[in-house]
């Protein structure tokens, strides 16, 4: 099958496509990195789109709305009515953020994203994705490093990106096989986590006994645990735990 994946050499993306590939699909990359920005982004001969692509610091939204909205809601909304128009299945990055949206600029992007939707487009909310290749700013790196100066009391549900991987597998299986779901309905957006809260400072604690403690930035919610009921639905089950992955060897 012909895939269309934006945000293809990103964090998500780019373990995605592998994952795609090595099970014999053909994979349309959309990616700034590779000079096709999805400003330009065009169907082509996609038979299934992929959107990841997009700005995700909550922090940084707060300094720059008008990029979020340009970056996030934009190319989204087109995205979207392309694929509604040419009757071109579409999983698209939404995010947990989605619950306190008005917190925001980023979350109100990805609470338009979901608002903005077609019947049959579905939203992929993330919770705190980690794993090879995330972001040099995000805690588990961080901690894994030993480059973290202080924790907070944020409670986080975090996902390694191998299980948003098999999440993301089994809901194209979904919309593409329902047969094998009878019963499931497809829901317009999935919660993508373990289902289980961490505080941030505990976890950190596992490396480091005596890190400093801080309070959470306002604009970022206080926790972010999933409801994995429906994506349970589909099959998933969360193979890698947080607190064995941080263990000192």
């Not at 959309?30 to 922090?59: K, M, P, T, Y």
Request: aromatic share 8%; glycine share 8%; net charge negative.
């Amino acid at each position: 099958m012909n895939i269309a994946i934006t945000g293809s050499s990103g964090f998500i993306g780019h373990h995605l496509k592998h994952y795609l590939e090595l099970d014999g699909h053909h994979i349309i990359p959309w990616d700034r990195r590779v000079d096709r920005d999805i400003s330009d982004f065009e169907l082509e001969d996609a038979e299934f789109v992929i959107h990841l692509a997009a700005d995700a610091d909550v922090r940084r939204s707060i300094e720059e709305p008008d990029l979020y909205w340009d970056n996030n809601v934009t190319p989204t909304t087109r995205i979207q009515r392309l694929c509604y128009e040419a009757g071109v299945p579409l999983l698209y990055a939404s995010s947990s953020c989605i619950h306190q949206w008005h917190k925001s600029p980023y979350g109100i992007s990805k609470k338009v994203n979901e608002e903005t939707a077609f019947p049959g487009q579905v939203g992929l909310r993330f919770t705190t994705v980690y794993g090879d290749g995330a972001r040099d700013s995000m805690f588990i790196g961080k901690l894994m490093r030993g480059e973290l100066k202080y924790a907070t009391n944020h409670v986080r549900d975090f996902i390694h990106v191998d299980d948003v991987v098999h999440a993301i597998d089994l809901i194209m299986l979904r919309i593409l096989e329902p047969h094998l779901f009878e019963g499931i309905r497809l829901r317009a957006a999935y919660d993508i986590g373990c289902g289980i809260g961490n505080t941030v400072s505990e976890v950190a604690r596992i490396r480091y006994p005596h890190i400093d403690h801080k309070p959470g930035d306002a604009c970022e919610a206080q926790d972010n645990t999933a409801d994995i009921t429906h994506i349970q639905e589909l099959g998933f089950k969360p193979t890698i735990n947080v607190l064995n992955y941080v263990q000192p060897n």
